[in-house]
């Protein structure tokens, strides 16, 4: 199948890959020529595992390529949507720009029988207003919406290999064709036995937020139960134990600690409470506002935790912050909590150092008044305090005899709940963790 794939940002650059690899000739579109040139040599933008030897592959072949130029689209017959609907400025709500100059920008390449599909997270009603757009515009294409629930650090993986495949078509003979094409995009995974849920559009833009919304939800329901935790001397994590073996309830997405971030799961809760505001049903999902809240209560209670840790007081004091991406395995620094952490800590007089093994580029991009380094060892040089805050595989492994030769003072805040608090303590550290006595 040809097929264009508008915007190569995580999604996009990761979708193009993908799909020339399930075999399909690829063109990938993007305004930004630094990241069209990587792409093109078959260098990623950005660190995903996996990616840069997909990308070599699927440019050798012949069938993946790259271009600033939207006109390039024309002889695709599926056009997939990528762009990004970031958190608008001051605001709850997506901003919807960007897709909307995708689509307006692919208009004039689309031929009869073309299909566009759009994968970006967006407000409920925004797949039916665009379709509204093709049949005045393009007459004789389809619209569907499929959306894409690829995990950084897993990205390639989650592609090839979803767990679901949701299509969102309209009714009748358009909706049989769009389904015909992404049956036969997705033939590799559908063999597979991929399950496939053929519905409309609206129902397929809400799975999207919901599935979001309910991992958001889980991750704060056991930062919640963390927070009292702390009151009573519980442990959270024997309780997440203890409550995740009921198979109804599951262990996944029930590790307690700083919390989440991300280009996704925030700004997506608050772009599902804008949307359900405007349809007036803001009561639905008024809980959100406070998974949120407890989200961003745990890095505060972070900042807390080290000032008390500190003897009260962080200025001057020499904190190394292991982690500046918003999770292991990615570079990814958006709404990072380990990088908000460390920023709130600078800012109130702490001689911050923070490490990162991929993110740390991007890190002083955002905050170049933090100190940065791709170096743990030189972070906790000196370091009176040493904060765990994105648990890189690297960061889990140390050693707590190894680390206290090089620190000036052996106090350890694991803010991922991921190091062995017997094994530190034994090794004469202070521990502290969030919902852990
Ligand atoms: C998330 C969803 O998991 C994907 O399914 C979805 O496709 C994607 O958003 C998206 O909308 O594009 P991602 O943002 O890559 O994926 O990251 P997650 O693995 O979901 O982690 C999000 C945050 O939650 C991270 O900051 C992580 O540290 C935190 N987290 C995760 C916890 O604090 N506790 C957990 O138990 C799990």
């Known amino acids: 199948m040809r097929i264009s794939v508008i915007g190569c940002g995580y999604l996009g650059a990761v979708h193009a890959a993908c799909m020339a690899k399930l075999g399909h000739d690829v063109i990938g579109v993007d305004v930004d020529a630094a990241k069209i040139d990587a792409l093109s040599v078959g260098r990623a933008p950005f660190y995903e595992p996996g990616l840069p030897e997909l990308l070599k592959e699927g440019v050798a072949s012949g069938r993946l390529r790259f271009t600033t130029d939207l006109a390039d689209v024309a002889g695709a017959e599926v056009h997939f949507v990528c762009v990004g609907t970031p958190q608008r400025q001051g605001e709850y709500a997506a901003d919807m720009r960007y897709v909307d100059a995708a689509v307006e920008g692919l208009l004039p390449h689309l031929s009869v029988g073309d299909v566009v599909v759009g994968k970006s997270t967006v407000p409920v009603g925004t797949a039916a207003r665009i379709a509204d757009r093709l049949a005045t515009e393009a007459p004789g294409t389809t619209l569907a919406w499929n959306p894409e629930f690829l995990r950084e650090g897993f990205a390639v993986k989650d592609t090839l290999h979803p767990d679901r495949l949701v299509y ?192 740390v580029e991007n890190a002083r991009r955002v905050h170049p008044e933090l100190n940065v380094t791709t170096s743990w060892e030189e972070a906790v040089e000196g370091a009176e305090i040493v904060l765990l805050l994105t648990e890189w595989q690297v960061y889990r492994e140390l050693d707590p005899e190894e680390l206290g030769a090089r620190v000036a003072g052996k106090r350890i805040l694991d803010g991922r709940n991921v190091l062995d608090p017997v094994q530190w303590r034994a090794a004469g550290w202070v521990y502290r963790a969030l919902g852990r006595p």
């Open 168 to 359: 969102g078509v309209p009714q009748g003979d358009q909706g049989e064709h769009a389904r015909t094409q992404l049956d036969v995009i997705y033939a590799d995974p559908l063999a597979q036995h991929t399950p496939r849920i053929v519905t409309d559009y609206a129902t397929a833009e809400l799975v999207k937020v919901a599935a979001n919304s309910f991992l958001a939800t889980k991750i704060s329901f056991i930062n919640a139960m963390a927070e009292l935790c702390e009151e009573t001397g519980a442990d959270v994590t024997q309780l997440a134990d203890a409550i995740g073996h009921d198979d109804r309830i599951g262990r996944k997405f029930l590790n307690a600690g700083l919390g989440f971030g991300g280009g996704c799961l925030p700004k997506d809760i608050r772009a599902f409470m804008a949307r359900a505001g405007e349809l007036g049903a803001d009561q639905a999902v008024a809980f959100l506002k406070e998974i949120d809240a407890i989200n961003e209560r745990r890095r505060v209670r972070m900042v807390d935790l080290t000032r008390q840790v500190a003897d009260g007081s962080i200025t001057g004091k020499r904190i190394a912050v292991l982690g500046a991406a918003f999770k292991p395995n990615s570079d990814d620094v958006r709404d990072s909590p380990a990088l908000d952490v460390a920023a709130q800590l600078a800012r109130q007089g702490a001689d911050v150092v923070v490490t990162d093994p991929e993110a």
